[in-house]
């Protein structure tokens, strides 16, 4: 949003300011925005739960940016969207512990009015029509 609103400002004669443009949607204030993993995720997590019948399973989430991750699972256990613990170190584990994260009420209600959200912005682009909406 700062690039937009401070467009003159960075040496490129092409581009101009505009002060008063506003995104479609909040911004989420982490480093992984535009947030595409996030919505990938959440439509992934919920057609794992329609497939198995449960939204009580165990996946692994990897990354390139471990650091990422461990700072956004900070901030949802924060917000009271997730709770974490860590298992007992193993020796398939190199003697690490495994943390298991849960996703809680809150978070679930969160999930969906994000969905939700999301889904609008597309139908309001025209992205969803026909078999798709």
Sequence with gaps: M???????????????????WQPLVNNPNYPDYTSGDNNVTGAMTRALALFFGTDEMTFTVATTYPLAVQRTRNRMEEKGLVVSRLGDPT?????????YITVTKKGRVAVISAQRSYRSLLQ?????????A
């Design 91 to 99: 020796p398939q584990r190199g003697g690490r512990a495994k943390r």
């Design 2 to 20: 700062a690039a937009i609103h401070e467009a003159d400002n960075d040496g490129n004669p092409e581009t101009i300011s505009d002060g008063n």
């Design 124 to 132: 309001g682009l025209g992205l969803l029509e026909g078999a798709n």
